[in-house]
């Protein structure tokens, strides 16, 4: 069982930072890829940006390449937003597949967090 709890988000204009956090706890933390996805209202929720198992590259989604990075510092992975858009409005969900190197599909997730709400304004 792994337990993901993640902290950050907010409002802020466009054009502006914001960074969100994810402290995963449980059995075998190092055992998961982490990474984000986000939903906004009426949307699927979507692949954001993940570290795959194992190190290696990270993976981005298109529309947030060049103004979003992941990192990850043992079980705590964070996602540094620049340049926001207001179409990056949505909840960011953290989450964990196990030994997962693909990690852009939600079903094949293992654990979610409980998400953090993101709004750009205009």
């Known amino acids: 069982q792994v337990q993901l709890v993640e902290s950050g988000g907010g409002l802020v204009e466009a054009g502006g930072s914001l960074r969100v956090s994810c402290e995963a706890s449980?059995?075998?933390?190092?055992?998961?890829?982490l990474g984000w996805f986000r939903q906004a209202p009426g949307k699927e929720r979507e692949f954001v940006a993940a570290?795959?198992?194992?190190?290696?590259s990270a993976h981005y989604a298109d529309s947030v390449k060049g103004r979003f990075t992941i990192s990850r510092d043992g079980a705590r992975v964070s996602l540094q937003m620049d340049s926001l858009k207001v179409e990056d409005t949505a909840v960011y969900y953290c989450?964990?597949?196990?030994?997962?190197?693909?990690?852009?599909?939600?079903?094949?997730?293992?654990?979610w967090g409980q998400g953090t709400q993101v709004t750009v304004s205009s």
């Open positions: 570290i795959p198992w194992g190190g290696g």
């Open positions: 989450a964990a597949e196990f030994r997962g190197s693909y990690f852009q599909v939600p079903q094949r997730m293992d654990y």
């Open positions: 449980g059995h075998n933390v190092n055992d998961y890829a």
